[in-house]
């Protein structure tokens, strides 16, 4: 069973900077069978809504509310996605969700809070 782990969370005042990686249990033929691998968060109250997916051949989709502010990446080697967060607002304060789709199925990681203070 893979399992993706996240972490870079934590409290940055708005104009800040965050890192947040997901690392994934298993081969890197096991990561390299990721379809697609995303950022979700979630903010009190509201549903969970996409932040960017990145393909296995590294094409990116990202929401309009993160463009120009925020960076997907993903390092094969490492079994890694990256989502770099620039120009933080308060507005991104939520628990943000890894993804990732292999083969048909969807898989999560358990979550890391980013607050961002006014």
């Known amino acids: 069973q893979v399992q993706l782990v996240e972490s870079g969370g934590g409290l940055v005042q708005a104009g800040g900077s965050l890192r947040l990686s997901c690392s994934a249990s298993?081969?890197?033929?096991?990561?390299?069978?990721?379809?697609?691998m995303g950022w979700y968060r979630q903010a009190p109250g509201k549903q969970r809504e996409l932040v960017a997916t990145?393909?296995?051949?590294?094409?990116?989709n990202y929401a309009d509310s993160v463009k120009d502010r925020f960076t997907i990446s993903r390092d094969n080697a490492k079994k890694t996605v990256y989502l770099q967060m620039n120009s933080l607002k308060p507005d991104d304060t939520a628990v943000y969700y890894c993804?990732?789709?292999?083969?048909?199925?969807?898989?999560w990681g358990q979550g890391t809070q980013v607050t961002v203070s006014s």
């Open positions: 993804n990732g789709i292999r083969e048909g199925q969807n898989y």
């Open positions: 298993g081969s890197i033929f096991s990561f390299l069978r990721f379809n697609v």
């Open positions: 990145i393909t296995s051949g590294s094409s990116t």
